[in-house]
C-alpha cells in the first residue's frame, strides 16, 4: 500500500496501525498547496455480498456525516473525505501537528495540580460538545489526546464511532452481531467493558488519565479497594481535597454514581477553582511563561488575600507564581493567603508545584515575602514567627467532620470511619480543629500520609 495513489489523490506515505479492520496511514493529499499531510482509515468488509456490502455502505456513509458534525469542533479533526474504492471504504482526516499526551506522562513523575485542571476543561468542553451529538468517544487515553504544535491545545482524536464501523462490518451476514467492548483495559468503565456505554463512560475513562497524570502509574498499576474494587489513588498524589473527591466521582465504578454530565464536571470545576475558569484554557507549553493577566486582574487580588499579605507583596508572589502554573495563581493565592504565617502560605503553595520546581520556588517566594515593601519602612517587616494569625473559626464542625473522615478513608480505608469516631468519643467534639487533625494524623501508620493529611486539612 505504501506509495499508491487512493481515490487518485491521497499518496499514502507512512502506516500508522491496523488490526482486522484494515489500516491507518498518513498520507499526503497531492491535489492541495503544499501537499499537506492527512490521515487515511481504511475499512475492509468481511465479504463482499451485494446486500451485505449495501448495508456497510449505508452504515459508513452515516458514521462519517456524524464524524463530519464532530469536525465543526476546533479540538477535533476535520473529516475531508470518505471514498469507496474496490468495495473497500476510507476515511480521511486532518493530520494534526504533535504529540500524544502520552510522551508528557513520564513513569513515576507527577503532575501538578494545575495542569491537570487545564486537562479537566480542555477535554470536557469536546466531551460536552460530543456527547450533544449523541456520540461517545469510548476510548479516551493518553495516547488519542494531542498536544498540538502551533498553539498546545489539547486535540482529541481516534473517536470510537469509528471503531463501531470496524465491528459492523467485520460481522459476516446471518451472524448475529456480537456486542464488543470498545475501548483500552485500564481505561475502560464496567459498563463500558461490557459493550453497554454511557457518556460518562468518557468521564470515568477521563478520570483515570486524571489519576495516572497526578500519581505517576500507569492503570495497570492502580490500587483497588478489595471490597469495593474502586480505585485507591489518593494516598499517591499531591492533590487538593476539592480535585480529589472530584476525579474520586469520575471514576465511580457505578455509572449513576458518577458525574452524569461533562456539564456537570465543568460546573464543578469552575465552582472549586475559577469563576471563569472555561475562559483561561492555557495556550502555552508548560515550562513557558503564561500570557500576562490583565493589570486589572492583578490588582484585585491582594483585596482578597487576607491580612498576612500587602498589596505589592501579593502583586509579586502571583508573578512568581503564573510563570509556573499559569492563571489559576491567582485562585491558589486567594485560596492559601487565609494562611497564619508565610511559611504555612508558601508550603501551602508549593503543594501545586512541580517537584523538581518546588525548592526554587520556596526559596524565592520567602526571599520575596521577607523582603520590604516599597510602601513601608524596612521596621514594618515582622519575623516569621511572630506574624499573628487572622481569628479563624477553630472549632469542630459536621462539615469539617465529614471532610477528616473523607480524607481518612481515601487514605487508610474504611477503619477512617471508625477512628474518627473513637477520637471523638475520647476527646469530645470541644477540641480545636488543629489538635483534632494532629490527634488523627497521630494514628496513621505512615508518616508520609500523616504530613499529607494534615497539609490538606490546616
Known amino acids: ?92 482526516q486532518e493530520y494534526i501537528d504533535g504529540y500524544a499526551l502520552k510522551v508528557e506522562m513520564v513513569a513515576g513523575q507527577k503532575w501538578a495540580e494545575d495542569k491537570v485542571i487545564f486537562l479537566l476543561q480542555q477535554i470536557l468542553s469536546i466531551l460536552r460538545f460530543i456527547h450533544s451529538y449523541k456520540v461517545i468517544h469510548r476510548d479516551i487515553k493518553p495516547e488519542n489526546i494531542i498536544r498540538r504544535s502551533h498553539d498546545h491545545k489539547l486535540v482529541l482524536i481516534d473517536f470510537g464511532a469509528v471503531k463501531q464501523v470496524h465491528t459492523k462490518l467485520v460481522t459476516a451476514p446471518g451472524q448475529t452481531e456480537m456486542t464488543v467492548a470498545i475501548g483500552t483495559p485500564g481505561y475502560m468503565s464496567i459498563e463500558q467493558g461490557r459493550g453497554k456505554p454511557h457518556a460518562n463512560s468518557d468521564i470515568y475513562s477521563l478520570g483515570v488519565v486524571c489519576i495516572q497524570a497526578l500519581t505517576g502509574l500507569h492503570p495497570r498499576e492502580f490500587e483497588e479497594d478489595p471490597q469495593t474494587g474502586e480505585i485507591l489513588w489518593r494516598h499517591r498524589a499531591t ?42 484554557l492555557t495556550q502555552t507549553p508548560w515550562g513557558t ?96 514567627g511572630n506574624i499573628t494569625p487572622p481569628v479563624i473559626n477553630s472549632t469542630l464542625s459536621e462539615s469539617f467532620i465529614a471532610e477528616c473522615e473523607r480524607e481518612l478513608v481515601n487514605l487508610i480505608g474504611p477503619m477512617g470511619k471508625f477512628l474518627i469516631q ?15 487533625v494532629k490527634t488523627l494524623a497521630a494514628n496513621i501508620p505512615d508518616s508520609q500520609q500523616a504530613l499529607q493529611f494534615q497539609q490538606r486539612l490546616l
Open 422 to 436: 473513637r477520637t471523638i468519643k475520647s476527646v469530645g467534639l470541644s477540641i480545636s480543629r488543629i489538635e483534632f
Open 239 to 280: 492533590v487538593s481535597p476539592e480535585l480529589g473527591m472530584m476525579i474520586t466521582k469520575m471514576v465511580v465504578n457505578n455509572y449513576k454514581q458518577r458525574y452524569q454530565s461533562a456539564t456537570e464536571v465543568l460546573e464543578a470545576l469552575q465552582q472549586n477553582f475559577h469563576p471563569d475558569a472555561a475562559t483561561l
Open 1 to 92: 500500500m505504501l506509495g499508491n495513489l487512493l481515490a487518485s489523490r491521497y499518496q499514502v506515505l507512512q502506516i500508522l496501525g491496523g488490526g482486522g479492520f484494515g489500516q491507518t496511514y498518513i498520507a499526503l493529499d497531492t491535489q492541495r498547496p503544499g501537499n499537506p499531510r492527512c490521515v487515511v482509515k481504511h475499512f475492509r468488509p468481511v465479504t463482499h455480498n451485494p446486500e451485505f456490502l449495501e448495508t456497510a455502505r449505508r452504515l459508513f456513509t452515516s458514521e462519517a456525516e456524524t464524524l463530519e458534525q464532530l469536525g465543526h469542533h476546533e479540538q477535533i479533526p476535520r473529516l475531508l473525505a470518505y471514498f469507496e474504492e474496490k468495495q473497500e471504504f476510507f476515511l480521511v
Open 289 to 384: 511563561s503564561p500570557p500576562p493577566i490583565p493589570p486589572t486582574h492583578q490588582q484585585g487580588t491582594s483585596q482578597q488575600t487576607g491580612t498576612i499579605l500587602s498589596r505589592e507583596k501579593s502583586d509579586r508572589l502571583e508573578k512568581l507564581l503564573l510563570e509556573l502554573v499559569g492563571p489559576v495563581a491567582t485562585t491558589l493565592l486567594r485560596r492559601a493567603a487565609s494562611a497564619p504565617n508565610y511559611e504555612t502560605l508558601i508550603d501551602n503553595l508549593s503543594l501545586h508545584i512541580a517537584e523538581n520546581q518546588r525548592t526554587q520556588f520556596q526559596k524565592t517566594a520567602m526571599s520575596l515575602l521577607l523582603e520590604p515593601s516599597p510602601s513601608q519602612p524596612p521596621t514594618a517587616v515582622q519575623p516569621v
